[in-house]
């Protein structure tokens, strides 16, 4: 058995800022996401870009295929990116239902696929919130709303399950749930001590990437004291302040 979703240790990754990274989160933090090269001047330039830095990291994320540039000059997120603000808005507001014992479970029934793409399912799997229990076997407590794919569901059996063992147990043992508690808490710290405009908008950028990590339990199989929904009250709370957009994680 493994613990399928990755937390960050408690020390906290705080990336530095690069014009790409500021761009991405203004965009991923946008709805829609689309906007003139005037209007991003303004937001970027309170995180230390410029405007000749700007214009040639659109100029760079273009070629790249990570924006589209439309005749009027608005830049906007490529299909690849506007995927990723979908995942990033599930993580800041997850759609869940009252749970009632049942588990999910996603036998793998497909064979033949190499490491490469093994790799990437179990990277798609994760995303969804399902953690290995075996080899082929991925589960997670019944409680998300959200759709299986029909690329997932092409190459594995759905099912719904009451494992034997205690359901805190499991949950445990497939998520390492204290190690994501303590950087969430590192990262509330982290929130209550910044207050340049970069420190915060960097804090609440890898608070995004962090919550891409919850597995959004059940509250009677989380431990006591959870911080998750702290620290989405905190990064509700500077997009408030902060007003439209608001950093989404660009990594």
């Not at 589209?68 to 979908?86: F, I, K, M, N």
């Amino acid at each position: 058995m493994s613990a399928n979703v990755s937390a960050e240790p408690a020390g906290v990754d705080l990336r530095p800022l690069s014009a790409r990274s500021v761009v991405l989160s203004v965009l991923l933090g946008t709805h829609p996401p689309r906007l003139p090269v005037k209007d991003l001047v303004r937001l970027v330039e309170p995180f230390g870009v410029g405007g000749s830095a700007l214009r040639a990291a659109l100029s760079r994320m273009t070629a790249a295929g990570d924006l589209r540039r439309t005749d009027d000059a608005v830049y906007g997120l490529s299909d690849r990116l506007l995927a990723r603000q979908r995942r990033q808005d599930e993580a800041v507001r997850p759609r869940t239902l009252a749970w009632h014992g049942d588990w999910e479970m996603l036998v793998i029934t497909a064979t033949g696929r190499g490491p490469a793409e093994r790799a990437e399912l179990r990277t798609r799997l994760a995303r969804l919130r399902l953690a290995e229990l075996r080899e082929g076997v991925w589960l997670r407590p019944a409680n998300l709303t959200r759709p299986l794919p029909a690329e997932v569901l092409a190459i594995a059996e759905p099912c719904a399950a009451r494992p034997a063992r205690p359901a805190a147990e499991l949950a445990a043992t497939l998520w390492p749930l204290n190690t994501w508690a303590a950087t969430a808490r590192a990262l509330l710290a982290h929130a209550a001590d910044a207050h340049r405009p970069s420190d915060r908008f960097t804090v609440f950028a890898a608070a995004v990437r962090h919550l891409l990590t919850d597995p959004v339990l059940p509250p009677e199989l989380l431990p006591a004291d959870w911080p998750g929904d702290r620290l989405r009250g905190a990064y509700a709370a500077y997009r408030a302040e902060l007003g439209e957009p608001a950093p989404e994680s660009a990594d």
